[in-house]
């Protein structure tokens, strides 16, 4: 990790830091306004993934203020590929973008701002790697969309399986597992990670 891309980390880190010390002090709603991140343990694994890969096509859904996406640009420009990040909303989406400038890596993203599902029907490339990290209710059919684009080997990771959890990410977690060719198992990292795998052959 190079020190530009240390120096975003630790503005991101920051920043997590400060708004879990207002939310603590009964401080404002962040709903809009949080990052809404990863967190840094499942930052390191999701970049620990992605960089097994070779010349990956990484699709990220929910790019947020670009904090996973730091990790998963960083993997790219390591393994030789090439991150796609889906944002609803477009300040969002440019914040991140000024955030992967400062960290040398925004010519290994393409940003892509609009309806998840609409954006993914239109892809025309195959995935090699996944992160499923927006709106909950948008998991399952997120996973119908991309799962025809897979390539073998493919990997696919979804976050927030344990904490908030809920019915949303339940149903993903049967859908994934049932569907054909795929192993997933959900780890204790962060905020649980349920990690899927698309067979090799």
């Given amino acids: 990790m190079d020190e530009k891309i240390a120096a975003v980390l630790e503005a991101y880190h920051e920043r997590m830091r400060h708004e879990n010390d207002s939310r603590g002090r009964g401080g404002r709603d962040w709903s809009d306004g949080a990052l ?8 390191q694994l999701i970049n620990i993934l992605a960089r097994s890969l070779k010349a990956p096509n990484i699709l ?3 790019t947020s203020y670009g904090y996973s996406g730091i990790w998963l640009a960083e993997a790219a420009r390591a393994a030789g590929g090439r991150l796609t990040t889906i944002e609803i909303a477009d300040h969002k989406s440019a914040y991140a973008h000024d955030m ?3 960290a040398g890596l925004a010519e290994y993203v393409d940003f892509k ?4 599902l609409e954006i993914i029907a239109q892809l025309a490339f195959k995935l090699d790697f996944v992160l499923v ?3 909950k209710d948008l998991y399952t059919p997120c996973l119908d969309a991309f799962y025809p684009k897979l390539n073998p080997g493919a990997i696919v990771v ?3 399986m344990i904490f908030p959890g809920g019915e ?5 977690a049967r859908a994934v597992r049932a569907k054909p060719k795929m ?3 959900c780890v204790p990292v962060g905020s649980g990670l349920e990690i899927s795998r698309f067979a090799a052959d």
């Fill in 36 to 43: 809404l991140a990863v967190g840094p343990d499942s930052g």
């Fill in 60 to 62: 990220e859904l929910g």
């Fill in 100 to 102: 992967s400038a400062k």
């Fill in 113 to 116: 701002v609009g309806d998840a």
């Fill in 133 to 135: 990290d927006l709106w």
């Fill in 158 to 160: 979804a976050d927030n």
């Fill in 168 to 172: 949303d990410v339940e149903r993903y």
């Fill in 183 to 185: 192993t997933s198992i």
